[in-house]
């Protein structure tokens, strides 16, 4: 008999469950069978007692047959008999004990609840595999436009491009980008926005083929692929015109009319090197940008020079972080002098690159890839930092040597730039910050004078010095130095170089160290490389000046000694570089 925990678990089951001796008589009933058969015990009851005549048939036709043979008996459907007569049909399950050869495992449920459950299955099924359709269709499809969706069209490039057949067809991706699409969202709400957005969708579906596909990439943006033959190349541009044009033409969107415009960019496939998906979708966007750049409202073609250089300046973007990783950049040092008494009054300090391949690089040979880039900033810290432990170790030496570092209109920008520079100077609190001298670029400063000018006056409320760094090269006016208010304007090399023989550098240096003196800033002559050109100068009243006839920039270490030799009568004009 069952154990007194084993019922209790029996009685919660949710179908019949019945045991039974070889003598067909029932040993134990939970109270799922009890409540069905509306009887309160059927111990010792024999199991024809509640079978119909037909089940009583079946049951030794077939069912102890099976039993005996293969000692189970699935899903046979039986009529069984309740207290009070009525018949009811079950769904029955037979298992012989295998422990116990005398005992025969029955459950049961009843027919209806078996179909019930069966539909039920059947309704769940139905309804996943509607909700799973559904989910298809929203992740290939863009909910607003009802178009193909970024998804889609990246999956469906990717299936011709690999696909034998059509691998080498040809067609053309187009990028289109709506110009100033965020206005018709902040004038008019986002719902307007969205049917503006289905609208464009339609208009472009309509003036392409059906062999073409268009697709919303996200945002304001679509992806357009048009199928192309051979005797079709020379159509497409002005069918990409046709398509910018068109958007041009005014909406009516819920009785209001708006208007818009975009920019486009286009590439061809197949192409001289294998491509991905992607990689067509990003040159279509490039081109779209430069469009964009040359004053929206038209379309460009993707140009391969423009990738291959973008690749190397990712390549050397890379390589500069590494380098900054692995101590490769090191600082030299340019002395600066007055040009009457000879005396040092300063050092500029230069980058360079000990690349381990390359050998010693000059700044022109890797500043120019990363320009207004992140790692432009790190690489400025970088220089900050280096030269101010370099003016701390001198002036800790008894060398009271000015220092001045480049920085550019980017680096000074930086929200961060200026609590980061409090923090350097922190941790050499004993160096005089007048020891220190930021020199700005002209055309950087000019670019975007009034934020440059809050910043170069914050420098100078720590005390700093500023200096405009190539003067005369950024058209300059006369109210741009009055807002920057610096310190020196150090005069650009193009026009020391050629002053012997151009009197117009002649002119243009003496206007500049007219503004130096109007402004009470300092003048200083960058790339003296004569006796003739110092004399000049000075001549003009330049009283400062550096360059190669001074001396070339050189490490940190030898910097003391080259200003000890001045002291002592002994000068240089070169240095192990």
Not at 73 to 92: M, P, R
Not at 233 to 240: G, H, K, P
Not at 381 to 394: E, M, P, R, Y
Request: glycine fraction near 6%; charged fraction near 20%; include cysteine.
């Amino acid at each position: 008999m069952e154990t007194a925990r084993t019922q209790g678990s029996l009685d919660l089951m949710p179908s019949g469950y019945l045991v039974t001796d070889n003598e067909r008589s029932i040993l134990y009933a939970n109270r799922y069978a009890l409540n069905h058969l509306n009887h309160d015990d059927l111990g010792g009851t024999p199991l024809f007692d509640i079978f119909t005549l037909a089940s009583c048939i079946l049951f030794e036709s077939y069912i102890a047959p099976l039993l005996l043979k293969e000692g189970a008996c699935d899903e046979i459907q039986l009529t069984l008999k309740t207290a009070n007569g009525k018949k009811c049909s079950v769904v029955t399950n037979i298992r012989r004990d295998e422990e116990d050869e005398n005992r025969v495992h029955w459950t049961f449920i009843n027919a209806s609840q078996r179909d019930k459950l069966f539909q039920e299955l059947i309704d769940a099924r139905n309804l996943l595999e509607e909700k799973a359709r559904f989910l298809e269709a929203r992740t290939v499809t863009d909910d607003v436009t009802g178009l193909p969706n970024r998804l889609s069209v990246t999956q469906y490039l990717s299936d011709r491009m690999n696909d034998p057949a059509l691998s080498q067809s040809q067609f053309v991706i187009i990028f289109i980008d709506l110009d100033g699409f965020k206005t018709i969202n902040d004038t008019h709400g986002h719902p307007v926005g969205d049917q503006f957005l289905k609208a464009v969708g339609q208009r472009l579906t309509r003036s392409l083929r059906t062999t073409d596909l268009v697709a919303r990439y996200g945002g304001d943006e679509y992806v357009v692929l048009l199928q192309q033959t051979a005797d079709e190349a020379t159509t497409n541009t002005l069918m990409i015109q046709r398509i910018v044009n068109q958007l041009n033409t005014p909406f009516q969107i819920n009785g209001k009319t708006l208007s818009i415009s975009a920019s486009a960019g286009a590439t061809r496939y197949p192409q001289r090197n294998a491509v991905e998906p992607e990689q067509l979708i990003r040159q279509a966007d490039q081109a779209m940008y430069e469009a964009k750049l040359a004053g929206k409202n038209q379309f460009r073609w993707f140009n391969q020079e423009w990738e291959t250089t973008q690749r190397t300046h990712q390549k050397l973007t890379t390589q500069v972080r590494l380098g900054i990783e692995n101590d490769e950049f090191v600082l030299h040092y340019q002395p600066k002098i007055n040009l009457t008494t000879g005396a040092v009054i300063g050092v500029e300090a230069l980058i360079r690159w000990q690349h381990p391949e390359r050998g010693l690089l000059m700044p022109a040979n890797f500043l120019p890839n990363i320009e207004n880039k992140r790692i432009e900033q790190e690489l400025g810290d970088w220089v900050i930092a280096t030269a101010l432990k370099q003016a701390n170790s001198w002036y800790q030496s008894g060398l009271q040597l000015p220092v001045s570092v480049n920085v550019s209109g980017f680096q000074l920008m930086d929200p961060h730039f200026l609590e980061r520079l409090t923090v350097l100077f922190n941790r050499f609190s004993d160096l005089p910050r007048a020891q220190f001298e930021l020199e700005l670029l002209e055309t950087s400063a000019i670019n975007d004078s009034m934020n440059i000018a809050n910043v170069i006056a914050a420098c100078r409320r720590m005390g700093l010095r500023v200096s405009l760094d190539d003067f005369g090269t950024g058209y300059s006016t006369l109210s741009h130095l009055r807002d920057l208010s610096v310190d020196t304007l150090k005069i650009d090399r193009t026009f020391v170089q050629d002053m012997l023989t151009n009197p117009n550098n002649i002119a243009i240096i003496n206007g500049i160290i007219g503004f130096a003196k109007a402004f009470n800033c300092q003048a200083i002559a960058e790339g003296i490389e004569s006796a003739e050109q110092q004399a000049a100068l000075l001549q003009l009243g330049c009283q400062s000046g550096q360059g190669y006839h001074i001396s070339r920039p050189m490490p940190g270490e030898a910097i003391e000694p080259w200003v000890a030799s001045r002291k002592s009568g002994i000068v240089s004009h070169s240095s192990n570089d």
